[in-house]
């Protein structure tokens, strides 16, 4: 939704995309997509994607790096703004903000401060298609996980959940949606519990898979 209200706005040309990728498990890190599937998201939003390896298990100082190192390169581009989907989080956004401004960008927020109730709902009626791929055990049980993000879903959340995750809560891969030439095409895999969250996996099918 971040990226749809840049494009709306007309004031930004969105150029790329960035994600975080864990070089072992292949990867992207915390929500657990396979790359191969995130790769065919960036494709399908015809854009391409900076993958930012790191090992598993990395430490701030190793994230860190890595994401100077990229901003860095964005900044010899010629690129002066980042793009992110945080709503409300003040912490994370002034780290954000001190993480590009070592780099000389500046971070755009186009979410910012918006009803995430509201948001989660415009979501689904949008047309956007997405499915939970991670889910926090502290907060959500097992059958969260897997599920797609649609009214059925929001309905079933507590109320100590935010609708959007911003809390960490859950995380979603986006298949389809404004702005995609095609829909992201997967198959349902295992769900495994790891270190506190419930990791769904999704699988590209047979022709694509890695």
Request: proline fraction near 5%; include cysteine.
């Amino acid at each position: 939704m971040a990226l749809q209200e840049i494009r709306r706005r007309g004031r930004y040309r969105v150029v790329a995309l960035l994600t975080t990728v864990t070089d072992a498990y292949d990867r992207v890190s915390m929500h657990g997509v396979r790359r191969s599937l995130a790769r065919t998201q960036a494709e399908s939003l015809g854009l391409p994607v900076t993958e930012v390896v790191v090992p598993p298990q990395s430490s701030n100082a190793i994230y860190e790096k890595a994401m100077g190192e990229a901003f860095s390169s964005f900044r010899a581009q010629g690129i002066r703004r980042v793009a992110f989907g945080d709503i409300f989080l003040e912490d994370l956004r002034a780290y954000r903000e001190r993480q590009l401004a070592a780099s000389g960008l500046r971070g755009l927020f186009p979410l910012w401060k918006r009803s995430t109730a509201s948001l989660a709902r415009a979501f689904v009626e949008r047309g956007f298609r997405a499915v939970t791929v991670c889910v926090d055990a502290r907060v959500l049980g097992e059958s969260f996980a897997g599920r797609p993000f649609d009214h059925a879903f929001l309905d079933a959340l507590p109320e100590s959940v935010d609708p959007c995750g911003e809390n960490g809560e859950f995380h979603t891969f986006v298949s389809d949606g404004p702005g995609f030439a095609y829909a992201v095409d997967f198959r349902h895999g295992q769900t495994v519990h790891r270190d506190g969250f419930f990791f769904h996996d999704l699988a590209p099918p047979p022709a694509q898979r890695e």
